[in-house]
T-cell receptor, first 115, second 116 residues
């Protein structure tokens, strides 16, 4: 069974631009969560989508948004990029059963660099 | 609020020596606890999980962890370190009751170095 797939793996943008990151969960998984990883702040929860609905949101500004499609694939969007948005963005998926115990499987991440 | 504290941002052991990575948690509800490993330029790989079954949990690659409620600890151990164990390790706790949220709270990580 294929794992969580994130595209692209690397991205370079300039301040003020916007970016969209994609995540395909493990087949059959309906929950997708996003995390931001930076050296200074560590791993921080962005949001979770389950069956196309946002179920939980972390403490990030409104520039960070996401959505989930009917096939469970998810995208996150960051508008008006700032230098501080440079990070590794990780996507994780859970099956309905595993979601009850917070068991999540992570992708390799998208490394975003903002210049 | 739930939180985890990882003692020691850097741990160095010799190949073949015991690995002990420390994690203490704070949780207002019975916690679900996890250890993840991250190799350079990669995502997080689930090593093991405690979801209120046996308190001694065995994971992949020879790692295990013991849930000790009295000490609010969930330390990760491996009897004999291998060079391939060099990576960063993260302890995580579920934020609230499972099912209501799928949010994980992560520790700051421990970078494990294995010396030949």
């Amino acid at each position: 069974k294929a794992g969580v797939t994130q595209t692209p793996r690397y991205l370079i943008k300039t301040r003020g631009q916007q970016v969209t990151l994609s995540c395909s969960p493990i087949s059959g998984h309906r929950s997708v969560s996003w995390y931001q990883q930076t050296p200074g702040q560590g791993l921080q929860f962005l949001f979770e989508y389950f069956s196309e609905t946002q179920r939980n949101k972390g403490n990030f500004p409104g520039r960070f948004s996401g959505r989930q499609f009917s096939n469970s694939r998810s995208e996150m969007n960051v508008s008006t990029l700032e230098l501080g948005d440079s990070a590794l963005y990780l996507c994780a998926s859970s099956s309905s059963r595993d979601r009850g115990k917070n068991i999540q499987y992570f992708g390799a991440g998208t490394r975003l660099s903002v210049l | 609020a739930q939180s985890v504290t990882q003692l020691g941002s850097h741990v160095s052991v010799s190949e073949g020596a015991l690995v002990l990575l420390r994690c203490n948690y704070s949780s207002s509800v019975p916690p679900y606890l996890f250890w993840y490993v991250q190799y350079p330029n990669q995502g997080l790989q689930l090593l093991l999980k405690y979801t209120s079954a046996a308190t001694l949990v065995k994971g992949i690659n020879g790692f295990e962890a013991e849930f000790k409620k009295s000490e609010t600890s969930f330390h990760l151990t491996k009897p004999s370190a291998h060079m391939s164990d060099a990576a960063e390790y993260f302890c995580a706790v579920s934020d609230g009751v499972g099912g209501a949220t799928n949010k994980l709270i992560f520790g700051t990580g421990t970078l494990l170095a294995v010396q030949p």
